[in-house]
């Protein structure tokens, strides 16, 4: 069952720092790029960044570079995205996306940010 | 100017036939990319349609019946989804995506409604 499992919502706090993860199931950790996408009311989709699995390397999107940071643990077939100085504006739901096309997604995680 | 742009709401009969635009930014032009395109429903994670470079390097995505179908406009500098024999259940939002200046950029969507 080929699938990407991710964490629970979280709230925050402006300022704060999040978490988010995303397991990899029915298919070799390494096989494909794993991104994540932003979906946040009035925006409608932003590509956040992606990372290769095979080797840790991320490429970022210029609206998010500063503030995100993609890894992968392979000894958990587990991508993370921690997001860092939160603002109201960051609340969103963000997914996890596999494939070269696009095609495997996760459930995704809603991130609620207020004081 | 945003690098993609598309209108922000169709509607049609069912049974219709109805053109998606994604239009490039001047000075970006259409034919050097494969676009995506994306179906998206309140709740759910967005699912891969098709990517269209050219009338032979077109991918549909699993499952996705042929009535949805991918083009270029090389006149409006645009990619072009059709979704022929429109069904109550494709109501949704649609979004476009390409690769530019290394980095995946969705487009703002078209909020899809049979009347």
């Known amino acids: 069952d080929v699938r990407l499992l991710q964490s629970g919502a979280e709230v925050k706090k402006p300022g704060a720092t999040v978490k988010i993860s995303c397991k990899v199931f029915?298919?070799?950790?390494?096989?494909?790029?794993i991104h994540w996408v932003q979906e946040s009311p009035g925006k409608g989709l932003q590509w956040v960044g992606f990372i290769d699995p095979s080797d840790s390397k991320s490429t970022y999107s210029e609206t998010f570079q500063d503030r995100v940071t993609i890894t992968a643990d392979k000894s958990t077939d587990t991508v993370h995205l921690a997001f860092n100085s939160l603002t109201s504006g960051d609340t969103a739901v963000y997914f996890c996306?596999?494939?070269?096309?696009?095609?495997?997604w996760g459930q995704g995680t809603l991130v609620s940010v207020s004081s | 100017q945003a690098v993609l742009t598309q209108p922000s709401s169709l509607s049609a009969s069912p049974g219709a036939s109805v053109r998606l635009t994604c239009t490039l930014r001047?000075?970006?032009?259409?034919?050097?990319?494969?676009i995506y395109w994306f179906q998206q429903k309140p709740g759910s994670p967005p699912h891969f349609l098709l990517r269209?470079?050219?009338?032979?390097?077109?991918?549909?995505g699993s499952g996705v019946p042929s009535r949805f179908s991918g083009s270029k406009d090389a006149s409006a500098n645009a990619g072009i989804l059709v979704i022929s024999g429109l069904q109550s259940d494709d109501e949704g939002d649609y979004y476009c995506?390409?690769?530019?200046?290394?980095?995946?950029?969705f487009g703002s969507g078209t909020k899809v409604t049979v009347l």
């Open positions: 269209y470079k050219s009338d032979s390097d077109v991918d549909l």
């Open positions: 001047s000075g970006v032009s259409v034919g050097a990319y494969r």
């Open positions: 995506l390409l690769w530019h200046n290394n980095a995946y950029v």
């Open positions: 029915g298919f070799p950790f390494t096989d494909f790029y």
């Open positions: 996306a596999a494939g070269d096309r696009f095609e495997i």
